[in-house]
């Protein structure tokens, strides 16, 4: 039989769960603007994962790039070679394959940051929400205290200690500095979003009978609270995708990311640039292109997301 007590401490239908509600899908489906901004953040997604099969050359085999063909300017232009579609740059590299290379570096950057600022921030402003008192107190001074840098001279620092501490390996350590100092400063918009939340979850009714008939504090937040507190955090998530990618591109144009040997899009604006003002303005102004596409892609779609879940415009 079933238990009414259990019935009676059930957790209401969960963001995640109204992500697949009738209403927001069709809301999906009514919006040209969100299916476009998919349609386009796919794409993106799909030539970085699949550049070594979908790319025309392979931008990392030296013994395929010739100098000769170096800053050649795209195929409709005209002294341009029908091979390279954008053009090439001032090593002979195909534009359109180191795009689709960068893309990847860059992808792998922002997404692995965000996750882990995700797991920091939904886990401290769930903990810091429910328990409340000193706890509670000490989380939001940290989150107060991270606030003040900006998440830019944040990571020059943590890279310049990396450089630092470990001079003759910070090439293989690239990778993970960047993602350490992104998610440094963006974990904590999840822990105050998710902190706000929370305080209004564990006054509700649902709560405050798994605690009568004995439910562990553990248990409500992860089985009841943590669903109903995901909305705010999978809007924010689309958003700061986009945000930790243009940091990521921000600190490789400053020569501060990963090593030119593994360029990202940043590092591929950069190089663009010293060449610029000489007349080869693809060099720089398609990775530009492409860094837009993605970020834009992502934001829009965070805005339609943050709208699809607000029950006040449903």
Known sequence: MNDPSANAASAPPGAVARMLDSDVWHSFKGSP????????????????LFAPWVAPFDPYDLAAIDLMDARLPPAWMEG??????????????????????????SLAVGLAAVALSVV?????????????GRLDA?????????????ALLVALLI??????????????????????AIALTGWV?????????????????????????????????????????????LVLTTIDIGQAILIEATLSFLGVGVP?????????????????????WWITVFPGAMLVLIALSVNLLGDWLRDALNPRLR
Request: one cysteine or more; charged letters at 15%; glycine letters at 12%.
């Open 33 to 48: 603007v969100a299916m476009l901004a998919a349609l386009t953040a796919a794409l993106c997604v799909f030539v970085a």
């Open 159 to 180: 890279d310049g200690i990396g450089r630092a501490m470990f001079p003759g390996a910070h090439d293989a350590l690239a990778f993970a500095v960047l993602v350490f």
């Open 120 to 132: 920091l921030g939904v886990g401290l402003g769930l903990l810091s929400g429910f328990v409340g």
């Open 260 to 280: 030119p040997t593994t360029p990202s899009l940043g590092t591929l604006i950069r190089i663009g640039g010293d060449f610029l003002f000489s007349g080869e």
């Open 138 to 150: 000490f989380i939001m001074r940290v989150c107060d205290v991270m606030l003040s840098f900006p």
């Open 189 to 233: 918009k999840f822990a105050r979003t998710v902190r706000g939340s929370t305080m209004v979850e564990r006054q509700k009714e649902y709560v405050q009978a798994a605690r009568v008939i004995g439910v562990s504090g553990p248990r409500i937040m992860l089985r009841h609270v943590l669903p109903n507190v995901m909305g705010p955090v």
């Open 80 to 105: 341009g070679d029908a091979r390279y579609w954008l053009g090439t740059d001032d090593q002979g590299r195909d534009i359109l394959s180191t795009i689709m290379y960068g893309a990847r570096i």
